[in-house]
């Protein structure tokens, strides 16, 4: 699976809309009572260079969308990557999928937002909001250091992934 802006026709907001209302119609579920689902409306009409909204995709489904940010915050020397207001396709809303998929999902879209920290919005630390705190169990392993893993720091707290990329990889990507 991919991360991809949600800018050109066959990613926009409003496909990726009717794809997940005639998947959750598909099972006898209203699609308006998908809350969070309203927020990305106004949200898909602000995009700039640093801040947009990305989908998670096979080439066939959207399995997932969330905005992405480039930003400067006070506690880092330089820009940051933020991920926040996930939203999952009703495959995944209404359980059609089970929880080794979901978990999938969820780390294919935290392994799109890495690289797009390392290429596209290239940044060294990454804040990266989970859906609930629950999800958590599925990175915590990402916690333990050892000399393979991309990043100098990993936490977790509550519902927010906080990591920095080691240097050499922030490098590799800013090169590329």
């Known amino acids: 699976m991919r991360l991809l802006p ?11 809309k009717a794809q997940w209302k005639k998947d959750a119609e598909g ?17 898909a009409v602000k995009e700039s260079d ?18 992405v940010s480039r930003m400067l915050m006070s506690k880092y020397q330089s820009p940051i990557l933020r991920a926040r207001y996930v939203n999952v396709s009703p495959a995944y809303e209404l359980g059609l999928t089970g929880t080794n998929e979901y978990a999938q999902m969820l780390v294919a879209l935290f392994s799109g937002v890495v690289w797009l920290s390392r290429d596209a ?12 705190p629950g999800d958590s169990q599925f990175f915590a392993a990402l916690q333990v250091s050892t000399p ?12 927010l992934i906080e990591c920095s990329l080691k240097e050499a990889n922030v490098a590799s990507g800013a090169a590329s």
Do not use: M, N
Not at 148 to 159: D, Y
């Open 50 to 67: 640093t801040l947009g909204l990305y989908c998670l995709t096979d080439g066939e489904r959207i399995h997932a969308a969330c905005q």
């Open 6 to 16: 949600i800018r050109d026709p066959d990613r926009s907001w409003r496909s990726i």
């Open 121 to 132: 919005l290239a940044a060294s630390h990454i804040r990266f909001f989970l859906r609930s």
């Open 148 to 159: 393979l893993s991309p990043f100098s720091k990993f936490t977790i707290e509550g519902a």
């Open 27 to 43: 099972v006898g579920e209203e699609f308006a009572t998908f809350g969070s689902i309203a927020a990305f409306d106004t949200l």
